[in-house]
């Protein structure tokens, strides 16, 4: 992984549309994507919201070891003035959700020891999450700590593939590598007796990384006012985390798979909220309900591990003054062929191919990015 994109960017005005942008790298190595995300338009003029997002660089270096990591722990704060959204601190309930992330990774030559040149921009992830975690009201702002966890390793094939003699594949782990990373988030703000943002336990998934079928939870959370009879939900953190596996499949063992380096290549990650309320006959009060679908796939190519998925959610109570689209989706597609520093014998170049089915599948044309844009209006 050397880039990933997946958020969405607000209109800048009522005449320009709101957009989903994808994006991804793949390191030396070629293929395509059929990236995906999953949205709802809230409408309303009795609604406070501004977007933006907060920009983090760093460096970060592994550690001299066996096993080698670098930990990347990063703290932060969103900080928005409480003028900027024309919000009563004292009168309004305020949150703030997540609109995705865009994170850009670069290997600088100069940075790296003589023995020990870049491999490509891409790393090998262990550990991922993006969260906005404690929020606070002070007399001018609303803050709230943004947390960044990414962990790298090396793979347990170092990087490659070997089975001796034949094939001795190594792909050297960056021994620094420079992160740009952009948090995008709205804050939203509405009287009390006309918005309540709930924050949902945490839903988590764990289960073999060649699994490839989402993990489907069902959540509910109940509006605490009769009159909030609307609902949808947002994200509040979202990541994944890899483990040793419970047993080692058998051929990794013969070609003496090292399982103490944890990073592995990563074919899809799954972490879509379908949302959508009813009422509750007993109580007449509006039940907030979402699936979540949660997956950590590689193909079987990989060395196999225990894969876990999590994702926090805000539900978010309306009044009827205020009108909520269902869930709708969000489509790009990618693809990006190997660079020459990609083996001979896993080489890739199929984006560029003409033929009708492989324009279908592949899209014609070379494209690390995609830019979908969304109705703004409300769809019944």
């Given at each position: ?106 290997c600088d030559d100069t940075l790296q020891p003589e023995s020990n040149p870049c491999n490509s921009n891409g790393m ?257």
């Amino acid at each position: 992984m050397s880039k990933l994109h997946n958020y969405i960017q607000q209109p800048e005005d009522a005449s320009s549309p709101a957009t989903f942008h994808f994006a991804q790298g793949t390191g030396v190595d070629g293929n395509y994507m059929n990236p995906k995300g999953n949205y709802s338009v809230i409408e309303s003029e009795s609604i406070n919201s501004l977007s933006g997002d907060i920009l983090l660089q760093w460096t970060d270096e592994i550690t001299d070891s066996s096993s080698p990591v670098a930990n990347n722990k990063i703290r932060d704060v969103i900080s928005i003035p409480l003028d900027v959204i024309h919000t009563d601190a004292n009168n309004n309930a305020l949150t703030v959700i997540l609109q995705g992330i865009q994170l850009d990774l670069s290997c600088d030559d100069t940075l790296q020891p003589e023995s020990n040149p870049c491999n490509s921009n891409g790393m090998w992830p262990n550990i991922f999450n993006i969260a906005v975690n404690q929020c606070e009201t002070t007399e001018d702002h609303y803050n709230c700590d943004l947390d960044i966890d990414i962990y790298r390793a090396w793979t347990p094939n170092k990087g490659g593939f070997q089975l001796p003699p034949l094939f001795e594949e190594v792909k050297p782990l960056n021994h620094r590598l420079d992160y740009t990373l952009r948090v995008h988030f709205s804050v939203i703000s509405a009287p009390e007796n006309e918005f309540s943002p709930q924050t949902n336990d945490p839903v988590f998934t764990s289960t073999d990384i060649h699994q490839r079928r989402n993990q489907d939870t069902t959540l509910e959370s109940h509006s605490p006012q009769e009159n909030l009879n609307q609902s949808t939900h947002a994200i509040k953190s979202f990541g994944f985390g890899l483990s040793a596996p419970e047993l080692l499949e058998q051929h990794w063992q013969v070609l003496g798979s090292d399982i103490s380096q944890q990073g592995r290549y990563i074919g899809k990650l799954s972490n879509l909220i379908n949302s959508h309320s009813e009422i509750d006959q007993r109580s007449q009060s509006t039940i907030s309900q979402a699936t979540i679908s949660q997956s950590l796939w590689a193909p079987i190519t990989v060395v196999n591990a225990t894969s876990h998925v999590s994702i926090e959610t805000r539900s978010l109570f309306f009044t009827n003054k205020v009108t909520i689209s269902g869930t709708q989706t969000a489509k790009g597609k990618l693809c990006i062929n190997s660079t020459d520093q990609a083996p001979a014998f896993s080489r890739w170049s199929m984006c560029n191919y003409k033929g009708w089915l492989a324009r279908i599948i592949y899209g014609g044309k070379q494209q690390l990015s995609h830019v979908t844009t969304l109705p703004l209006q409300h769809k019944n």
